[in-house]
């Protein structure tokens, strides 16, 4: 069951930039940064909300690590941007496979490994009315990532 809006994925230029301007616009904070080469990008999470399934809510700020990775390709057509919706489940394994049988394109057989050790995949924008969804299990069970 999707129970939380995960995050919000922002494709951006320049990282550190991007985090300086919501830091200094909203006052909010990075909670977490890393590089995951897999899927080629520098990324920072801000904290928003704590959410009522105990996990929480955050924008993830994305810089791709080179240009044939989804975020660079992305970034050269359309510029800055919203980028993809993640949300949240206890059994990402079991949410992905019920959405396959309803005939929506997942986009990995097994999930991989997403921001602060979680378990992503992906549902093709074509068929999700334009949106690039993702799926996250958060790596601590009860949700707290
Ligand atoms: C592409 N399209 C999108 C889109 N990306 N539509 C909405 N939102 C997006 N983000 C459209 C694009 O305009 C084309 O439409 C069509 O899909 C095919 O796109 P393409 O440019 O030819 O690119 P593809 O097909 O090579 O790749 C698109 C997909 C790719 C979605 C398959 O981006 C992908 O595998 N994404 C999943 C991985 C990912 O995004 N990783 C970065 C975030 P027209 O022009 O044909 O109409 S990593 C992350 O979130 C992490 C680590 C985390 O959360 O922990
Ligand atoms: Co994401």
Redesign the pocket.
Known sequence: MLTRI??I?I?CFDLDRTVEFYRATYGFEVFHTEI?EE???R?AMLKINETSDGGASYL?L?EPTRED???G??LA??GEGV??I?FGTADVDADAGAIRDKGVRV?YDEPR????G?R?T?L???DCH???T?L?TAADPSGQH
């Open positions: 995960d995050h994925g494709a995951n899927q080629g990008v990324e993830q994305l990775s989804a975020v390709k992305w057509k359309n980028h993809h993640a986009l490994t997403g921001s602060m979680s992503i992906f093709h924008p074509k334009g949106v690039l993702e996250v």
